[in-house]
């Protein structure tokens, strides 16, 4: 069985963007891109949601092309052509970069992945992310805290119908005061 990681950088009051899909205020310092690029690296698969695949594909096709690009901007974008990815949309016809989409049941699609893959998989956009955390289907959380209050846009958390008890498993600062918690879901 495969291991779904949810992960975002968030603000402090917990929303992955802000009003308007503002993510200015998320911008990384080197050592949390090379920590990014790390996870990213580890991942055997993508799952996007439609917003968040529309945010990745507008740049990362060519950002190992760009003149100011550094070694690690590089190397994320190789990496994410070259991962497979699942777009979860039902107004998205074609994709291009080894992307396939679904348009039908996203949960039931993100059980059937996680169950026959061997690796870890990385659900990413807060409404795909909420969607498979309602499911039960998170085994780990990698939050990013940016010491920021947006004051509203999209939320990281999803209302649950029940509990969901965590174990911490890591926690790191980055420069900026930026702070990493990890957690695995506690079965």
Do not use: C
């Amino acid at each position: 069985m495969g291991k779904l990681v949810y992960g975002m950088n968030l603000s402090l009051d917990g929303y992955v963007s802000a009003a308007g899909d503002d993510l200015g205020w998320s911008e990384p310092s080197d050592e949390l891109f090379q920590f990014w690029l790390d996870e990213e690296l580890a991942i055997d698969q993508f799952l996007y949601g439609r917003r968040l695949w529309e945010t990745m594909s507008s740049y990362w096709p060519t950002g190992d092309q760009q003149p100011d690009a550094t070694p690690a901007q590089i190397a994320f974008a190789q990496n994410w052509r070259d991962t497979p990815k699942v777009v979860f949309s039902s107004t998205i016809d074609t994709v291009d970069w080894n992307t396939r989409v679904f348009s039908g049941d996203a949960v039931a699609e993100i059980a059937r992945v996680r169950a026959q893959d061997g690796g870890r998989l990385r659900v990413g956009g807060a409404a795909l992310g909420g969607a498979a955390m309602r499911a039960g289907l998170v085994d780990e959380y990698e939050i990013v805290t940016h010491p920021v209050v947006v004051g509203g846009g999209a939320p990281f958390f999803a209302a649950v119908d029940n509990r969901v008890n965590l174990n911490l498993t890591e926690v790191r600062k980055f420069p900026g005061g930026v702070v990493l918690t990890r957690y695995e879901t506690r079965r």
